[in-house]
Structures are given as C-alpha cells and as structure tokens.
C-alpha cells in the first residue's frame, strides 16, 4: 500500500497532544483537511477510497496507519482503523 504525501501530512495533526490543541476529535479531523490544498485533498480522498474500497483488514488498516510516515510521534490504532478512515473521507468529502 503507497501511502501518498498529502495523507501523510493530513495525519500529522493526530499526535501525541492532539487532545490538548483540539476541543475534540471531529475538531482535529476538520483540522487535518484544512491543512490541504484542493489537490492533496483529492489525493487524499482517493487513496482512501481505495483503501477502504479494498479487502483489508482491520489489523491492516491500523498497520498502514501505524507504519505511515504522518503518523510518527502521533497516537497508534489499535481498532476501529475503518471508522476513523471513514470520518477522514467524509471530511474530505465535505471540504471538496
């Protein structure tokens, strides 16, 4: 799975003190899409399309997000990889 930059740098936002910067996690992930210009956001929303278009599990989605290279120095995912991808899709959607 090739992580592209912009979800690299979209899951920058979500790291070990994100819970002191944001009020909330529908904040920080508003957050995170904000930091996108148009063109990182449809990279974004299209590489998670794919990925949860595709037949990956759980423990792969949180793998990829683990071993991603935003994710370095942020909080890990243990379960539930599908929803939270999908509320950063949606948000991307929206902001699109």
Do not use: C
């Not at 529908?26 to 210009?37: G, Q, T």
């Amino acid at each position: 799975m090739n992580v592209p930059p912009a979800f690299d740098k979209m899951i920058r936002t979500f790291h070990q003190d994100w819970d002191v910067v944001y009020e909330s996690f529908d904040e920080a992930i508003k957050d995170s899409v904000r930091l996108l210009s148009t063109e990182e956001k449809s990279a974004a929303k299209g590489f998670l399309d794919d990925v949860l278009n595709a037949d990956y599990s759980e423990t792969e989605l949180a793998n990829m997000w683990n071993n991603s290279k935003g994710a370095a120095g942020g909080i890990s995912i243990e379960s539930g990889a599908s929803l939270f991808l999908d509320k950063l899709r949606a948000a991307l959607i929206e902001s699109l």
